[in-house]
Protein backbone atom coordinates (compact mmCIF):
# COMPACT_ATOMS: atom_id res chain seq x y z
CA UNK A 1 0.00 0.00 0.00
CA UNK A 2 1.31 3.46 -0.52
CA UNK A 3 1.67 5.48 1.84
CA UNK A 4 -1.26 7.88 0.18
CA UNK A 5 -3.40 5.29 -0.18
CA UNK A 6 -2.46 4.53 3.68
CA UNK A 7 -3.54 7.73 4.57
CA UNK A 8 -6.51 8.03 2.76
CA UNK A 9 -7.86 4.69 4.21
CA UNK A 10 -6.94 5.63 7.65
CA UNK A 11 -8.69 9.10 6.97
CA UNK A 12 -11.49 7.55 6.30
CA UNK A 13 -11.58 5.28 9.45
CA UNK A 14 -10.78 8.18 11.21
CA UNK A 15 -13.71 9.67 10.12
CA UNK A 16 -16.05 6.99 10.88
CA UNK A 17 -14.79 7.05 14.39
CA UNK A 18 -15.57 10.60 14.98
CA UNK A 19 -19.43 9.53 13.89
CA UNK A 20 -19.30 10.55 10.11
CA UNK A 21 -20.75 8.03 8.16
CA UNK A 22 -18.55 7.37 5.18
CA UNK A 23 -19.57 4.23 2.88
CA UNK A 24 -17.41 2.04 0.82
CA UNK A 25 -18.63 3.89 -2.23
CA UNK A 26 -18.00 7.33 -0.96
CA UNK A 27 -14.83 6.06 -0.11
CA UNK A 28 -14.06 5.10 -3.63
CA UNK A 29 -15.60 8.48 -4.83
CA UNK A 30 -13.27 10.29 -2.94
CA UNK A 31 -9.73 8.17 -4.08
CA UNK A 32 -11.54 8.93 -7.94
CA UNK A 33 -11.69 12.54 -6.86
CA UNK A 34 -7.94 12.92 -6.03
CA UNK A 35 -7.10 11.57 -9.67
CA UNK A 36 -8.87 14.64 -11.64
CA UNK A 37 -6.88 17.96 -8.80
CA UNK A 38 -4.02 19.16 -8.56
CA UNK A 39 -2.53 17.38 -5.05
CA UNK A 40 -0.43 20.20 -4.11
CA UNK A 41 -3.30 22.76 -3.68
CA UNK A 42 -4.61 21.65 0.05
CA UNK A 43 -7.68 23.48 -0.36
CA UNK A 44 -8.49 21.89 -3.18
CA UNK A 45 -7.72 18.82 -1.46
CA UNK A 46 -9.52 19.49 1.05
CA UNK A 47 -13.16 20.28 -0.90
CA UNK A 48 -12.40 17.11 -3.12
CA UNK A 49 -12.86 14.95 0.20
CA UNK A 50 -15.51 17.65 2.02
CA UNK A 51 -17.71 16.98 -1.84
CA UNK A 52 -17.56 13.27 -1.64
CA UNK A 53 -17.83 12.16 2.23
CA UNK A 54 -19.74 15.21 3.77
CA UNK A 55 -23.46 14.74 3.43
CA UNK A 56 -24.46 17.16 5.89
CA UNK A 57 -23.77 20.62 7.19
CA UNK A 58 -23.54 18.94 10.94
CA UNK A 59 -20.49 16.67 10.11
CA UNK A 60 -18.05 19.68 8.88
CA UNK A 61 -16.79 20.54 11.74
CA UNK A 62 -15.67 17.25 12.35
CA UNK A 63 -14.46 16.71 8.97
CA UNK A 64 -12.75 19.96 9.16
CA UNK A 65 -10.80 19.28 11.79
CA UNK A 66 -9.64 15.38 11.37
CA UNK A 67 -8.47 17.07 7.67
CA UNK A 68 -6.41 19.47 9.57
CA UNK A 69 -5.06 16.96 11.01
CA UNK A 70 -4.28 14.03 8.77
CA UNK A 71 -3.19 16.59 5.98
CA UNK A 72 -1.44 19.41 7.93
CA UNK A 73 -0.62 22.98 6.13
CA UNK A 74 2.54 22.43 7.44
CA UNK A 75 5.25 20.01 9.49
CA UNK A 76 7.59 21.04 12.05
CA UNK A 77 8.44 24.27 13.22
CA UNK A 78 8.20 27.65 11.56
CA UNK A 79 10.73 28.27 9.06
CA UNK A 80 13.79 30.72 10.27
CA UNK A 81 12.70 33.26 7.12
CA UNK A 82 8.90 33.20 8.15
CA UNK A 83 9.36 34.26 11.61
CA UNK A 84 9.49 37.50 10.33
CA UNK A 85 5.94 37.33 10.09
CA UNK A 86 6.34 39.19 6.39
CA UNK A 87 6.57 43.15 6.72
CA UNK A 88 5.88 42.84 10.53
CA UNK A 89 8.53 41.99 13.77
CA UNK A 90 10.80 39.46 14.18
CA UNK A 91 8.38 36.98 15.79
CA UNK A 92 10.99 34.73 17.59
CA UNK A 93 12.62 38.18 19.45
CA UNK A 94 9.76 41.01 19.31
CA UNK A 95 8.62 42.08 22.48
CA UNK A 96 4.71 41.34 23.66
CA UNK A 97 3.32 44.47 22.44
CA UNK A 98 4.75 44.40 19.19
CA UNK A 99 3.28 41.19 18.81
CA UNK A 100 -0.18 42.64 19.83
CA UNK A 101 0.61 45.47 17.77
CA UNK A 102 0.88 42.66 14.92
CA UNK A 103 -2.07 40.91 15.75
CA UNK A 104 -4.19 43.65 15.70
CA UNK A 105 -3.07 44.36 12.18
CA UNK A 106 -3.47 41.35 10.98
CA UNK A 107 -6.83 40.77 12.08
CA UNK A 108 -8.31 44.34 11.22
CA UNK A 109 -6.93 43.19 7.60
CA UNK A 110 -9.35 40.27 8.37
CA UNK A 111 -6.19 38.11 6.93
CA UNK A 112 -7.40 34.91 8.63
CA UNK A 113 -10.81 35.01 6.10
CA UNK A 114 -9.08 36.33 3.58
CA UNK A 115 -5.65 32.91 3.90
CA UNK A 116 -3.39 35.61 4.07
CA UNK A 117 0.01 33.42 4.56
CA UNK A 118 1.34 35.86 6.60
CA UNK A 119 -1.63 35.08 9.55
CA UNK A 120 -0.76 31.44 8.66
CA UNK A 121 3.14 32.54 9.77
CA UNK A 122 2.33 34.38 12.84
CA UNK A 123 0.08 31.47 14.52
CA UNK A 124 2.64 28.90 13.72
CA UNK A 125 5.37 31.49 15.14
CA UNK A 126 3.39 32.65 18.28
CA UNK A 127 2.38 29.09 19.28
CA UNK A 128 6.42 27.94 18.30
CA UNK A 129 6.82 30.58 21.04
CA UNK A 130 4.55 30.99 23.98
CA UNK A 131 2.73 27.16 23.62
CA UNK A 132 5.37 24.76 24.76
CA UNK A 133 4.87 24.11 28.37
CA UNK A 134 6.47 21.64 30.67
CA UNK A 135 3.75 19.56 31.67
CA UNK A 136 5.77 16.72 33.93
CA UNK A 137 9.20 16.31 35.44
CA UNK A 138 11.36 15.32 31.74
CA UNK A 139 7.89 16.03 29.56
CA UNK A 140 7.14 19.08 27.45
CA UNK A 141 3.51 19.27 25.96
CA UNK A 142 1.71 22.15 23.61
CA UNK A 143 -0.69 24.11 24.89
CA UNK A 144 -3.35 26.85 22.85
CA UNK A 145 -4.23 28.77 26.68
CA UNK A 146 -0.62 29.30 26.89
CA UNK A 147 -0.21 31.58 23.42
CA UNK A 148 -3.81 32.81 24.14
CA UNK A 149 -2.97 34.29 27.67
CA UNK A 150 0.28 36.22 25.75
CA UNK A 151 -1.21 37.61 23.59
CA UNK A 152 -5.04 38.53 25.23
CA UNK A 153 -6.86 38.84 21.59
CA UNK A 154 -9.75 39.97 23.43
CA UNK A 155 -8.54 43.04 24.82
CA UNK A 156 -7.17 43.97 21.33
CA UNK A 157 -11.00 44.55 20.55
CA UNK A 158 -11.51 48.69 21.87
CA UNK A 159 -8.43 49.60 19.86
CA UNK A 160 -9.20 48.15 17.06
CA UNK A 161 -12.76 48.87 16.52
CA UNK A 162 -11.78 52.97 17.16
CA UNK A 163 -9.31 52.34 14.15
CA UNK A 164 -12.10 51.00 11.69
CA UNK A 165 -14.75 53.39 12.93
CA UNK A 166 -12.40 56.45 12.65
CA UNK A 167 -15.12 59.11 11.13
CA UNK A 168 -17.96 57.65 11.55
CA UNK A 169 -20.92 57.29 14.12
CA UNK A 170 -20.79 55.37 16.90
CA UNK A 171 -23.65 52.74 17.71
CA UNK A 172 -25.43 52.53 14.67
CA UNK A 173 -25.07 49.16 12.12
CA UNK A 174 -21.63 50.39 10.54
CA UNK A 175 -20.49 49.74 14.60
CA UNK A 176 -22.13 46.25 15.21
CA UNK A 177 -20.81 44.80 11.54
CA UNK A 178 -17.30 46.24 12.49
CA UNK A 179 -17.88 44.78 16.12
CA UNK A 180 -18.94 41.42 14.26
CA UNK A 181 -15.99 41.23 12.20
CA UNK A 182 -13.70 41.73 14.78
CA UNK A 183 -15.10 38.97 17.04
CA UNK A 184 -14.84 36.20 13.90
CA UNK A 185 -11.87 37.31 13.92
CA UNK A 186 -10.27 36.81 16.82
CA UNK A 187 -12.58 33.26 17.02
CA UNK A 188 -10.97 32.40 14.02
CA UNK A 189 -7.46 33.10 15.71
CA UNK A 190 -8.04 30.86 18.47
CA UNK A 191 -9.44 28.02 16.11
CA UNK A 192 -6.49 29.14 14.52
CA UNK A 193 -3.88 28.74 17.08
CA UNK A 194 -6.05 25.28 18.71
CA UNK A 195 -5.42 23.73 15.21
CA UNK A 196 -1.82 24.06 14.87
CA UNK A 197 -1.57 23.01 18.82
CA UNK A 198 -3.36 19.79 17.66
CA UNK A 199 -1.05 19.50 14.69
CA UNK A 200 1.73 19.12 16.96
CA UNK A 201 0.51 17.30 19.43
CA UNK A 202 0.18 14.85 16.36
CA UNK A 203 3.30 15.03 15.09
CA UNK A 204 4.69 13.83 18.95
CA UNK A 205 1.81 11.11 19.78
CA UNK A 206 0.24 9.66 16.87
CA UNK A 207 -2.71 11.37 14.93
CA UNK A 208 -4.82 8.50 15.87
CA UNK A 209 -4.35 9.48 20.04
CA UNK A 210 -5.07 13.34 19.18
CA UNK A 211 -7.99 12.40 16.99
CA UNK A 212 -10.25 10.76 19.65
CA UNK A 213 -9.52 13.80 22.10
CA UNK A 214 -9.93 16.20 19.37
CA UNK A 215 -13.17 15.97 17.35
CA UNK A 216 -16.58 16.53 18.97
CA UNK A 217 -18.97 13.85 17.35
CA UNK A 218 -21.36 15.78 14.90
CA UNK A 219 -24.59 17.38 16.40
CA UNK A 220 -26.82 14.52 15.49
CA UNK A 221 -25.02 12.09 17.38
CA UNK A 222 -24.10 14.15 20.87
CA UNK A 223 -26.15 11.94 23.70
CA UNK A 224 -29.14 13.61 25.12
CA UNK A 225 -27.65 12.13 28.26
CA UNK A 226 -24.62 13.97 28.55
CA UNK A 227 -25.57 17.51 26.57
CA UNK A 228 -24.32 20.83 27.84
CA UNK A 229 -25.53 24.19 27.25
CA UNK A 230 -23.35 24.48 24.07
CA UNK A 231 -24.76 21.54 22.54
CA UNK A 232 -28.63 22.49 23.52
CA UNK A 233 -27.80 25.56 21.42
CA UNK A 234 -26.72 23.82 18.49
CA UNK A 235 -29.93 21.05 18.62
CA UNK A 236 -32.03 23.83 18.34
CA UNK A 237 -31.52 24.29 14.59
CA UNK A 238 -32.35 20.16 14.32
CA UNK A 239 -35.12 20.55 16.00
CA UNK A 240 -37.55 22.00 14.24
CA UNK A 241 -37.22 20.17 11.02
CA UNK A 242 -38.24 17.26 13.06
CA UNK A 243 -41.33 18.61 14.59
CA UNK A 244 -42.58 18.81 11.28
CA UNK A 245 -41.68 15.34 10.32
CA UNK A 246 -42.90 13.74 13.25
CA UNK A 247 -46.35 15.92 13.16
CA UNK A 248 -46.00 14.88 9.23
CA UNK A 249 -46.02 10.78 10.27
CA UNK A 250 -48.46 11.04 12.81
CA UNK A 251 -50.90 12.99 10.29
CA UNK A 252 -50.13 9.91 7.97
CA UNK A 253 -50.62 7.38 10.55
CA UNK A 254 -54.44 9.05 11.24
CA UNK A 255 -56.02 8.42 7.63
CA UNK A 256 -58.22 5.49 6.77
CA UNK A 257 -58.09 6.19 2.90
CA UNK A 258 -57.17 8.19 0.38
CA UNK A 259 -60.74 9.33 0.30
CA UNK A 260 -63.22 11.28 2.65
CA UNK A 261 -66.66 10.35 3.38
CA UNK A 262 -69.71 9.85 0.30
CA UNK A 263 -70.73 13.00 -1.04
CA UNK A 264 -74.33 11.96 -0.93
CA UNK A 265 -75.83 15.10 -3.39
CA UNK A 266 -73.87 14.63 -6.25
CA UNK A 267 -73.93 11.12 -5.96
CA UNK A 268 -77.94 11.54 -6.55
CA UNK A 269 -77.42 14.12 -9.26
CA UNK A 270 -74.94 11.69 -11.02
CA UNK A 271 -77.63 8.97 -10.94
CA UNK A 272 -80.24 11.10 -13.21
CA UNK A 273 -77.65 10.12 -15.67
CA UNK A 274 -78.08 6.74 -15.49
CA UNK A 275 -81.99 6.32 -14.63
CA UNK A 276 -81.34 6.74 -10.91
CA UNK A 277 -78.25 3.97 -10.88
CA UNK A 278 -75.58 5.38 -9.09
CA UNK A 279 -73.23 3.76 -11.30
CA UNK A 280 -70.53 6.40 -9.96
CA UNK A 281 -70.16 7.76 -6.29
CA UNK A 282 -68.47 10.64 -5.67
CA UNK A 283 -66.55 11.04 -2.35
CA UNK A 284 -65.85 14.29 -0.02
CA UNK A 285 -62.27 15.83 -0.43
CA UNK A 286 -60.53 14.90 2.64
CA UNK A 287 -59.97 18.05 5.23
CA UNK A 288 -56.61 18.84 5.95
CA UNK A 289 -56.16 17.31 9.56
CA UNK A 290 -53.31 18.34 12.18
CA UNK A 291 -53.51 16.04 15.04
CA UNK A 292 -52.90 16.74 19.18
CA UNK A 293 -50.46 15.42 21.02
CA UNK A 294 -49.59 15.15 24.71
CA UNK A 295 -46.11 14.92 25.87
CA UNK A 296 -45.47 13.40 29.13
CA UNK A 297 -41.76 14.15 30.06
CA UNK A 298 -39.85 12.79 32.78
CA UNK A 299 -37.70 15.54 34.76
CA UNK A 300 -36.19 14.35 37.35
CA UNK A 301 -31.69 14.71 37.69
CA UNK A 302 -30.99 11.47 36.11
CA UNK A 303 -32.03 13.01 32.69
CA UNK A 304 -32.52 16.98 33.22
CA UNK A 305 -30.08 16.96 29.95
CA UNK A 306 -32.44 14.47 28.37
CA UNK A 307 -35.23 16.73 29.60
CA UNK A 308 -34.27 19.94 28.25
CA UNK A 309 -33.99 18.82 24.78
CA UNK A 310 -37.67 16.98 24.89
CA UNK A 311 -38.96 20.30 25.95
CA UNK A 312 -37.18 21.98 23.55
CA UNK A 313 -38.81 19.82 20.83
CA UNK A 314 -42.13 20.24 22.48
CA UNK A 315 -41.39 23.62 22.09
CA UNK A 316 -41.17 23.46 18.34
CA UNK A 317 -44.21 20.87 17.93
CA UNK A 318 -46.76 22.97 19.32
CA UNK A 319 -45.93 24.96 16.11
CA UNK A 320 -47.24 21.47 14.25
CA UNK A 321 -50.19 20.51 15.78
CA UNK A 322 -53.69 21.52 16.14
CA UNK A 323 -53.16 21.01 20.22
CA UNK A 324 -50.16 20.58 22.32
CA UNK A 325 -50.13 19.51 25.75
CA UNK A 326 -47.06 18.97 27.72
CA UNK A 327 -47.06 17.68 31.53
CA UNK A 328 -43.71 17.15 33.34
CA UNK A 329 -43.29 14.68 36.20
CA UNK A 330 -40.30 13.42 38.95
CA UNK A 331 -42.80 11.76 41.25
CA UNK A 332 -46.02 13.94 40.92
CA UNK A 333 -47.47 15.48 37.50
CA UNK A 334 -48.13 18.97 36.20
CA UNK A 335 -49.04 20.48 33.19
CA UNK A 336 -46.52 23.03 31.75
CA UNK A 337 -48.37 23.80 28.70
CA UNK A 338 -48.20 27.72 30.10
CA UNK A 339 -44.49 27.82 30.49
CA UNK A 340 -44.62 27.35 26.54
CA UNK A 341 -46.54 30.07 25.38
CA UNK A 342 -46.21 31.80 21.87
CA UNK A 343 -43.14 34.19 22.13
CA UNK A 344 -41.36 32.88 25.30
CA UNK A 345 -38.19 31.91 25.81
CA UNK A 346 -37.54 28.59 25.77
CA UNK A 347 -34.77 28.69 28.02
CA UNK A 348 -36.54 30.95 30.27
CA UNK A 349 -39.49 28.37 30.31
CA UNK A 350 -37.61 25.65 31.56
CA UNK A 351 -35.99 27.62 34.00
CA UNK A 352 -39.63 28.57 35.33
CA UNK A 353 -41.19 25.44 35.14
CA UNK A 354 -37.96 23.85 37.22
CA UNK A 355 -39.09 26.79 39.85
CA UNK A 356 -42.93 26.84 39.55
CA UNK A 357 -44.38 23.52 38.24
CA UNK A 358 -45.43 21.39 40.43
CA UNK A 359 -43.59 18.10 39.72
CA UNK A 360 -42.19 17.04 42.72
CA UNK A 361 -42.70 15.98 46.21
CA UNK A 362 -39.48 14.09 47.84
CA UNK A 363 -37.41 14.96 44.43
CA UNK A 364 -36.33 11.09 43.55
CA UNK A 365 -38.59 9.28 40.46
CA UNK A 366 -41.58 7.66 41.08
CA UNK A 367 -43.38 6.92 37.83
CA UNK A 368 -46.12 4.89 39.50
CA UNK A 369 -46.89 7.83 41.30
CA UNK A 370 -46.50 10.30 38.73
CA UNK A 371 -48.85 8.84 36.22
CA UNK A 372 -52.21 7.91 38.61
CA UNK A 373 -51.53 11.80 39.43
CA UNK A 374 -51.70 12.48 36.02
CA UNK A 375 -54.72 10.45 35.54
CA UNK A 376 -56.32 11.59 38.44
CA UNK A 377 -56.33 15.19 37.26
CA UNK A 378 -55.56 15.18 33.57
CA UNK A 379 -57.10 11.56 32.37
CA UNK A 380 -59.85 13.93 30.00
CA UNK A 381 -56.41 15.19 28.08
CA UNK A 382 -55.89 11.90 26.17
CA UNK A 383 -58.66 11.37 23.77
CA UNK A 384 -59.23 9.03 20.37
CA UNK A 385 -57.29 12.20 18.29
CA UNK A 386 -54.67 12.28 20.81
CA UNK A 387 -50.93 10.73 20.62
CA UNK A 388 -49.51 10.28 23.60
CA UNK A 389 -45.69 10.45 23.52
CA UNK A 390 -43.65 9.58 26.82
CA UNK A 391 -40.48 10.51 27.11
CA UNK A 392 -38.13 9.54 30.50
CA UNK A 393 -35.50 6.39 31.14
CA UNK A 394 -38.49 4.31 33.39
CA UNK A 395 -36.30 4.13 36.25
CA UNK A 396 -39.09 4.31 39.60
CA UNK A 397 -36.40 3.72 42.62
CA UNK A 398 -38.19 0.48 43.06
CA UNK A 399 -41.71 2.08 43.65
CA UNK A 400 -44.72 0.05 42.18
CA UNK A 401 -45.26 1.34 38.21
CA UNK A 402 -49.09 1.32 38.22
CA UNK A 403 -48.65 -0.93 34.14
CA UNK A 404 -52.95 -0.42 34.74
CA UNK A 405 -52.79 2.78 34.94
CA UNK A 406 -49.90 3.00 31.56
CA UNK A 407 -52.64 0.44 30.10
CA UNK A 408 -55.56 2.93 30.51
CA UNK A 409 -54.10 5.82 29.57
CA UNK A 410 -52.71 4.52 26.08
CA UNK A 411 -55.95 2.90 25.31
CA UNK A 412 -57.68 6.07 25.58
CA UNK A 413 -55.19 7.51 23.00
CA UNK A 414 -54.84 6.68 19.32
CA UNK A 415 -51.72 6.17 19.51
CA UNK A 416 -49.03 5.99 22.13
CA UNK A 417 -45.08 6.02 22.00
CA UNK A 418 -42.12 5.91 24.64
CA UNK A 419 -38.37 7.23 24.17
CA UNK A 420 -36.06 6.27 26.62
CA UNK A 421 -32.52 8.17 26.42
CA UNK A 422 -30.85 5.16 28.09
CA UNK A 423 -29.33 2.62 25.73
CA UNK A 424 -31.33 -1.03 25.63
CA UNK A 425 -28.45 -3.04 27.17
CA UNK A 426 -28.85 -1.11 30.29
CA UNK A 427 -33.30 -1.64 30.24
CA UNK A 428 -33.96 -3.67 32.89
CA UNK A 429 -31.12 -2.98 35.23
CA UNK A 430 -31.44 -1.71 38.52
CA UNK A 431 -34.34 0.08 39.43
CA UNK A 432 -35.56 0.37 35.60
CA UNK A 433 -38.73 -0.95 34.54
CA UNK A 434 -38.12 -0.31 30.84
CA UNK A 435 -39.59 -3.93 29.75
CA UNK A 436 -42.82 -3.86 31.54
CA UNK A 437 -43.77 -0.82 30.12
CA UNK A 438 -42.23 -1.50 26.60
CA UNK A 439 -44.85 -4.16 26.73
CA UNK A 440 -47.70 -1.61 27.37
CA UNK A 441 -46.47 1.17 25.24
CA UNK A 442 -43.96 0.36 22.37
CA UNK A 443 -40.46 1.65 24.01
CA UNK A 444 -37.57 2.82 21.60
CA UNK A 445 -34.28 3.85 22.66
CA UNK A 446 -33.48 7.49 22.09
CA UNK A 447 -30.40 8.48 22.76
CA UNK A 448 -29.63 11.42 20.15
CA UNK A 449 -31.06 12.95 17.26
CA UNK A 450 -29.86 10.05 14.87
CA UNK A 451 -32.03 7.83 16.71
CA UNK A 452 -35.07 10.29 17.08
CA UNK A 453 -34.70 10.86 13.34
CA UNK A 454 -35.04 7.40 12.62
CA UNK A 455 -37.54 6.83 15.60
CA UNK A 456 -39.99 9.05 13.29
CA UNK A 457 -38.75 7.60 9.96
CA UNK A 458 -40.63 4.03 11.20
CA UNK A 459 -43.40 5.69 12.10
CA UNK A 460 -45.04 6.21 8.44
Same mark, same amino acid.
Given at each position: ????????????????????????????????????????????????????????????????????????????????????????????????????????????????????????????????????????????????????????????????????????? *????????????????????????????????????????????????????????????????????????????????????????????????????????????????????????????????????????????????????????????????????????????????????????????????????????????????????????????????? *??????????????????? *???????????????????????????????????????????????
Amino acid at each position: MTPLLDRHVRFLAALRGAGVPVSPAEGLDAARALQVIEMTDREALREAYAATLVKRPAYRPAFDTLFDLWFPPVTGAPRPAARTGGDGPDLERAEVPELRERLAELLAADAGATGDPAFGEFVRAMVERFGRQQAAPGRQNWFSYSVLRALSPGTLMAGMLAGLMRGQE *RGGLAEKLARRRLSDGIAGFEEAVAADVRRRIAEESGIDRIARSAVRPPVDQIDFLRITKADLARLRREVHPLARRLATRLTIKHRHGDRGRLDFRRTVRASLSTGGVPVVTHMRPRRPHKPELVVLCDASDSVSAFSHFTLLLTYALREQFAKVRAFAFVDTADEITRFFAPGADVVEAITRMTREADITRFGRSDYGRALERFAERYADAITPKTSLLILGDA *RSNYQSPALPVLKELAGAA *RHAYWLNPEPRAQWDTGDSVAGAYGGVVPMHECRNVAQLAAFIEELA
